[in-house]
């Protein structure tokens, strides 16, 4: 049976609304599945409406950011009370914080010439502020995204053996490189959520929490999973477009050495456009539950 636990609409970082993303699951023929988006619950209803219609069972889903002994992960949480006011306190407290600190960077951007109006801007997202869709917003602006042009140009004209060529248009990456993660104007960072808080209000909100894409980063290291089983985590994503035969190898193998859960998402965001024949991970991914140990605990 086809399955899809990591799915993100346009409610955090994906593009397409939760009923955009029923449709799209519906044609590849998916029958359980997880609206995952990031911090919020918000669009849950939605996509659990339309599934319905279309005879997909839905299982409540998010995804967290989280600290861990200084190291940040990701944690993917299921079958929770969405309705639990503490867990949304929780949430809308990470919200708070992403938008200081989003404020923050476009406050520094501006300062360094780009046209942005910061109030609007946060307005267009109230639920969580995705990096990608707040780059697409700045660039909206043709004298931004020829800022961020010349800036990247100049940066690179300045490496040694370095032409500062560039291909037209600019990569998604070049783009927020530029924009969030630039030593010279500041490091945009994730609203984190510390790991033993998240378990406490797991132990009263139910549900199982999944380490999520370990292989992405290589964060098995140190002994990362065996320490978060001793934390109280329930399973492990091994199917992932993020990694490769050799993560999901080493995740099978950790989640059958310590009984975790093993589940497996497309991590769909969006299409790539440009007419090429692959847009997404869904269009070579996929996940069968036949292969994911103990996975009916989640999906049942």
Known sequence: MLIDLQLHSNFSDGYLTPKELVKLIQKRGVRVASLTDHNTTIGLGEFQR?????????????????????????????????????????????????????????????????????DNILSLFKNYIPVNRLGDKIIEKKHNYNLVLKNIKNRRKSKKNFSGKLILPLREEDILGELFFNKKIGILSESY???????????????????????????????????????????????SPHHSIGAIMHAQFLAIKLNLIATGGSHFHRFEGNNYPIQSSGDWFQIDSKYLRRIEEIIN
Request: glycine residues 6%; proline residues 2%.
């Open 50 to 118: 339309e599934a319905k219609k279309h005879k997909i069972k839905t299982i409540p889903g998010l995804e967290i950011y989280v600290k861990y002994k200084r190291r940040k992960l990701n944690f993917l949480w299921y079958n929770f009370d969405a309705k639990n006011e503490e867990l949304q306190d929780l949430l809308e407290s990470a919200r708070y914080r992403r938008a200081l600190l989003v404020k923050n960077i476009l406050t520094k951007l501006k300062k360094r010439g780009y046209q942005i109006d910061i």
């Open 193 to 239: 959520i510390n790991a033993e808080r998240l378990i406490k209000i797991k132990k009263k909100v139910g549900g199982q929490l999944v380490f999520c894409h370990p292989g992405k980063f290589n964060k098995f290291g140190r002994n990362m999973t065996e320490k978060l089983k001793e934390l109280g985590i329930d399973g492990i994503e091994v199917l």
